[in-house]
């Protein structure tokens, strides 16, 4: 044997063990190393973890709906009196959607969903994940072209990565460079798609939504946007940045997830009649899952329809943290964004691990965000704030963390 196959031969691997315990312990000394942490009882605000009862600042819970105990107990009552009832409440659906486990709640979830936001369909995923890793790759060709924002969610990376198009990442939030994309690929590409989020969930800044709009028409493009932190939050009927932004009918796919501010789990996209007829057709993350249960899509209806009159719920959660964000700045620290997701930027992973032993030992629960989630040295601690906070909480947040030499 010759060449460089012979030589991938003779040389000596190390056993995958041995690897992975060399790269565990590098993880431990960049102080990168995760563990699943022991949380337990919850009460409102509060989460238990590892036996101590802290204040929740780490959940995105957003609308306290998962934590509202007036809520629970209608559901709980519901259960009683209507739990046999057509299978609604049953716990399991045993098949895909296109075969035995779809059922008359989940349509309706999706007719509320659709009437809400005065598209033609809705479609109901089992996650944000696989909706962000079945869509693109259902809609595209390998005679299309994908542009994508540098910091959208790894779903919607994982997407690109799967679909047969090709595909191009533009700066964050940099529409020029956007634009520059779409200028030299005009003519090549049968189909050109523009994917971004909403909320951009560890800077929690905005996108651009009027101007992606502009540019969608400027280019003929399909813009789709995912409202994974915005659903719940903005919007006269926490629609999402779409809806406050007056551009809603003008996206050509929005995806929203039950498991943030709805407190739910699963997903949803709203679109054309053609678009769902399409997925559910080609969509393989719809097609080879089993469904969620149908006492899911019942939960998750009742908090959809919950959150569409909570506006006063929105304004308080979106002013807590214009405070915050305004009040740690003023401290001298770098905070980006304008959303209820408030990243404080330490720069190395040591500060944020620091930072927050010193926060858990206070009583509050902030955990690190760490590359390679976020780029090297941009470590952080990610307040995610809920509405069931309030002033005194920040403040008293706030005592702690001036009172700490960074």
């Known amino acids: 044997m010759t060449g460089s196959g012979a030589g991938n031969a003779n040389r000596k ?24 942490p022991q949380t337990g009882h919850r009460n409102g605000k509060q989460i238990m973890v590892d036996g101590r009862l802290l204040l929740n600042l780490s959940s995105n819970d957003y609308l306290g709906l998962g934590s509202d105990r007036e809520l629970s ?35 309706e979830l999706e007719s509320a969903i659709a009437g809400a936001y005065g598209f033609e369909a809705a479609l109901v995923f089992n996650s944000g994940y ?6 693109l790759p259902a809609l595209s060709t390998r005679h299309d072209l994908i542009l994508c924002d540098r910091l959208n969610h790894a779903s919607i990376i994982d997407g690109l990565r799967i679909a047969e198009a090709e595909y191009r990442r533009f700066r964050h939030a940099d529409y020029d460079h956007l634009e520059e994309l779409l200028e030299a690929a005009a003519g090549r590409y049968r189909q050109l798609f523009i994917v971004t989020e909403s909320v951009f969930s560890m800077d929690g800044d905005l996108a651009d939504l009027k101007r992606l709009v502009a540019i969608k028409h400027r ?8 409202e994974a932190h915005g659903a719940g939050v903005f919007g006269e009927q926490g629609l999402g940045l779409c809806q406050q932004e007056g551009v809603l009918s003008q996206i050509d ?24 007829e399409y997925l559910v057709n080609t969509m393989r993350t719809l097609i080879f899952t089993t469904a969620l249960p149908p006492i899911v899509h019942a939960w998750s209806l009742m908090t959809f329809r919950k959150q569409l009159g909570m506006e ?5 959660l979106l002013g807590l943290a214009s ?34 032993g010193v926060l858990r030992e206070a009583g509050f629960l902030a955990l690190p965000v760490r590359p390679p989630t976020v780029p090297e040295n941009s470590a952080r601690l990610r ?24």
């Open 13 to 36: 691997l190390m056993p995958v063990e041995e690897q992975i315990t060399l790269d565990l312990e590098k993880l431990r000394a960049q102080q990168r190393y995760r563990s699943i």
């Open 323 to 356: 405070s915050l964000r305004n009040s740690l700045r003023d401290a001298g620290f770098e905070v980006p964004g304008m959303s209820h997701i408030v990243p404080l930027l330490l720069g190395p992973d040591s500060k944020a691990v620091a930072l927050a």
């Open 219 to 226: 280019y003929g493009a399909m813009l789709i946007v995912d």
């Open 253 to 276: 796919l929005v995806i929203g997830t039950f498991g943030k501010a709805l407190a739910s789990t699963g997903a949803w996209a709203v679109m054309k009649g053609l678009f769902r």
């Open 73 to 107: 107990a209608s559901w709980m009552e519901q259960l009683s009196v209507d739990g046999a009832h057509d299978g609604r409440y049953a716990m399991n659906s045993s098949s895909s959607r296109l075969l035995t486990g779809n059922h008359p709640v989940c349509n």
């Open 383 to 406: 307040f995610s704030l809920r509405a069931d906070l309030n002033g005194e909480d920040m403040e008293n947040l706030l005592t702690i963390i001036r009172s700490v030499s960074i």
């Open 312 to 316: 006063r719920e929105r304004s308080h």
């Open 130 to 135: 696989h909706a962000n890793t079945g869509i």
